[in-house]
């Protein structure tokens, strides 16, 4: 629906999907969002050597803004993040299949304990493969892997693409795409609640 209205969140991440008491699951945090119709040149490339991080998950899970180059929470940024690029649908896109690869294998994609190992790895090394004894069918890695590719061209052309691709019946229609959408977000909402109860 944001993506409809010409938005790009910028920074989806577990932690903002929410779940209503009325069973809606909604996307929350628009603080970084921009209209994708607004003129928007790429930044200068951040040195990614110079920003101080917490070795450690913690400090990757965090939100990081630098000199409005480098926007989002480096544990979900797509490589156009990193390299201060336009963002788009696409953006989301990555950051919404590392969030589901997370909910789905309980392991990161990318490897990496500071911003510019993960770096490196977002943009070089690919996400890991599942772990040993994983039941989650082997196709859906294959739909991750295409939309945490590090060229946005090489992603699914849109985020309903990318539904269709994840839905085994391929439902057609606006009903199916929200199915969907919901029992995924509802994935990285358990997740996101786990975190918080493990803390």
Not at 36 to 57: Q, R, V, W, Y
Request: aromatic residues 8%; proline residues 10%.
């Amino acid at each position: 629906a944001a993506h409809a209205a010409n938005f790009v969140h910028r920074d989806f991440k577990p932690d903002n999907v929410l779940l209503g008491k009325d069973g809606r699951v909604r996307v929350s945090d628009f603080g970084v969002a921009r209209l994708t119709t607004l003129d928007a040149a790429p930044t200068e490339k951040p040195d990614l050597s110079g920003i101080a991080m917490p070795i450690g998950g913690s400090g990757l899970h965090t939100p990081l803004t630098l000199a409005n180059a480098l926007i989002g929470t480096p544990r979900y940024m797509a490589p156009e993040q990193f390299d201060g690029r336009v963002t788009d649908a696409r953006t989301d896109q990555f950051s919404f299949c590392v969030a589901l690869y997370q909910a789905l294998y309980g392991q990161d994609p990318f490897a990496g304990d500071t911003l510019a190992k993960l770096y490196r790895s977002v943009t070089t090394g690919g996400p890991a493969p599942p772990p040993p004894g994983s039941r989650v069918p082997p196709w859906i890695f294959k739909i991750l892997l295409r939309g945490m590719s590090p060229n946005p061209d090489d992603r699914y052309p849109n985020m309903d693409a990318l539904l269709v691709a994840l839905s085994p019946a391929r439902p057609t229609g606006w009903r199916g795409h929200t199915a969907t959408v919901s029992v995924l977000l509802l994935a990285l909402c358990l997740v996101a609640l786990s975190a918080l109860l493990l803390r």
